[in-house]
């Protein structure tokens, strides 16, 4: 699969926020500003995630289309990698 730029400056927006993580702990910040912006990390990687399973869902099952298969199991794997993510 080709990781466009859309996704891989999502995982940099990501390493930025644990990068401010790491300074805010450095810095002995609130613990509430410290899991808000945990909070917001996580929320963020988790759309990455549903980003890069979508895309990579909508491309192999058009593959199948095209062979002529089946796509079910493609789509249940899907699901089971969105599911395991969480």
């Given amino acids: 699969m080709k990781y466009n730029d859309q996704m891989k400056n999502r995982v940099k927006r990501v390493e930025g926020q644990v990068r401010a993580l790491l300074r805010m702990m450095e810095e002995e910040k609130d613990c ?38 089946d796509t079910e199991v493609l789509i249940q794997e899907a699901v089971n990698l969105l599911v395991k993510s969480r």
Wanted: glycine share 6%; with cysteine.
């Fill in 32 to 69: 509430k500003d410290l899991v808000a912006q945990m909070s917001a990390a996580r929320n963020a990687l988790d759309r990455t995630i549903g980003l890069v399973v979508s895309t990579n869902l909508e491309q192999c099952v058009r593959d199948q289309i095209d062979k002529g298969e």
